[in-house]
């Protein structure tokens, strides 16, 4: 996992910020430098640089002009090639922060057209978009490639918006990072905006299964969506579609999916963690993981939470090792804080969730794991939620079909970005199993009566989950990250001693959370 940014300076007439790009650029990617510590490399024009310390970057020549920079900052996971990559003759050239799942297949197919100059996953994006097949890429990513005889950037997102990507579009310049923050300093930098302007600023966030196509001659630059299709009728190669009406045949190919899943996201590490709530997901996920590669077990939350209690239990019972943080109330206030400048929000739901866990990947990255597993995206697909019941009774079928679905396609907005943000904070990359593309399809064609009924919710995965699981986990009723692990009780109680009532918690962290972040935004940013 890493971090992607880059400017592109509109106007060939403007001096102040072609002869500033490489400063711009190269402060951007050290406020990202949480999310790649490993190494960095950065294209100018024709010209790329590759560096460990910024201090060697710094003591260069940055005031020459540019019109285009890109920037890369790696957390090394698979192979040892610094990014930006090239094709054989660097005319096209990608960055990327990712993992791209089926490189292996995709070089053995490549290879006899292509000569691969690395051994990272990375490379494969630019054969791949020579060959016209970057639709065949099955990964988790956010990538920028550069073509330059065609003088184009092409930005693109993985199917569901795993991997987070920004961009902003101004009347000077077009830019875009892994997050908000680093498009913050362009705003503030070269558009002298307070603090407020930038927090509200419309910084647009590109689609999942998305592509943005920037045209260098022209400075303008159109989207186009689905580029992978998504089936919603996978079952239809059994028996004419009759396989629907088999349950078992299902849960077979659910489980068989899970499973795929969870190898590919475990391939050629020597251990993982798993960001764990002692839930049926995420309990599920670690067993499967645990018969690949070593798993540890990482959950946290207030003295007396259910989630700290279900993980003892647990991990106890598999045999897993756990390690597991109770979270007091003065340092609640100090990962309140960094929970915020981290997904660059103040949104309750988002935060009282990222608390356990950002504080989980904290522990993750001090044990020295570089991945993450977590269980989300199993209510969407599943219908996890007690919301669905309601709407099942109320609204029919039909319409909790269609809600499940875009809840699928939505969920990078409200769970994927929030979460990579927290983990990416320690250097520590998250991946999710129940994402894979193939899974989702298997889910999203069930019957809808495999997964709900007015007594109950995951009905197949629960039933899946008791074959690996004890039982008292697979039918553990769900609780909610910011419940289980008392997390939204906290923010509460930070509010009230502050003298905010429950009622004005929204005003609570529009006062005084927003301000601090303002404060710890302004002492980075300036450190820059």
């Given at each position: 996992m890493c971090s992607i940014c880059g400017i592109v300076v509109k106007d060939d007439e403007d001096s102040s910020i072609r002869e500033m790009l490489r400063e711009h650029l190269i402060n951007v990617m050290r406020i990202l430098?949480?999310?790649?510590?490993?190494s960095s490399g950065a294209m100018f024009d024709d010209e790329v640089i590759y560096f460990k310390d910024f201090k060697d970057v710094l003591n260069s020549n940055l005031r020459r002009s540019s019109r285009v920079g890109l920037g890369h900052n790696r957390l090394a996971i698979v192979g040892n090639a610094s990014q930006p990559?090239?094709?054989?003759d660097e005319s096209v050239w990608v960055i990327c922060n990712g993992e791209i799942y089926n490189y292996y297949e995709l070089m053995g197919d490549l290879e006899d057209?292509?000569?691969?100059s690395s051994d990272t996953d990375s490379e494969v994006i630019v054969h791949c978009y020579e060959e016209g097949i970057l639709q065949e890429l099955d990964g988790e990513y956010a990538y920028c490639i550069y073509d330059r005889e065609e003088n184009k950037l092409l930005l693109a997102r993985d199917t569901f918006g795993v991997k987070p990507l920004f961009y902003i579009d101004t009347e000077r310049y077009f830019a875009?990072?892994?997050e908000?923050?680093?498009?913050?300093?362009?705003?503030?930098?070269?558009?002298?905006l307070s603090f407020k302007e930038i927090y509200n600023y419309p910084v647009a966030s590109l689609d999942p299964n998305s592509q943005l196509i920037y045209n260098l001659d022209e400075n303008r630059f159109h989207i186009v969506k689905n580029i992978q299709k998504i089936r919603m009728d996978y079952f239809n190669q059994y028996k004419n579609g009759d396989a629907v009406s088999d349950y078992e045949l299902c849960k077979r190919e659910v489980e068989k999916a899970l499973w795929n899943g969870v190898i590919k996201r475990v391939r050629g590490l020597d251990k993982v963690g798993i960001i764990f709530s002692g839930g049926v997901d995420s309990t599920l996920v670690a067993k499967m993981a645990s018969e690949y590669c070593k798993v540890t077990l990482y959950t946290s939350g207030l003295e007396g939470s259910e989630d700290l209690e279900y993980g003892e239990r647990i991990a106890e019972d598999l045999g897993l090792k756990l390690r597991m943080k109770v979270i007091d109330r003065e340092e609640y206030e100090e990962y309140l804080l960094k929970v915020a400048y981290a997904i660059d929000e103040i949104d309750l739901m988002k935060l009282s969730v990222g608390v356990p866990i950002y504080v989980?990947?904290?522990m993750a990255r001090r044990d020295g794991i570089k991945v993450v597993l977590s269980g989300q995206g199993a209510d969407e697909l599943f219908a996890g939620y007690k919301r669905y019941q309601r709407i099942l009774l109320t609204r029919g079928e039909e319409e909790l079909k269609k809600i499940l679905y875009r809840d699928v396609m939505n969920i990078h907005?409200?769970?994927?970005?929030r979460d990579d943000h927290c983990t990416m904070a320690n250097s520590v990359e998250l991946r999710v199993p129940f994402l894979d593309k193939s899974l989702v399809e298997v889910a999203l064609s069930l019957p809808l009566r495999y997964k709900i009924n007015e007594r109950e919710?995951?009905?197949?995965?629960?039933?899946?989950?008791?074959k690996y699981i004890p039982e008292y986990v697979a039918y553990r009723p769900k609780k909610a990250a910011q419940y289980g692990s008392g997390s939204e009780k906290m923010i509460y109680t930070l509010g009230r001693s502050y003298g905010y009532s429950k009622r004005r918690i929204d005003i609570f962290l529009r006062d005084v959370l927003l301000k601090k972040m303002e404060e710890v935004y302004r002492e980075k940013s300036l450190c820059v």
């Open positions: 430098k949480h999310r790649g510590p490993d990559i090239p094709n054989e057209r292509h000569n691969f875009f990072a892994s908000r923050k680093g498009l913050w300093y362009l705003l503030r930098s070269i558009d002298n989980a990947s904290e907005r409200v769970n994927l970005e919710r995951k009905i197949i995965l629960r039933d899946i989950a008791r």
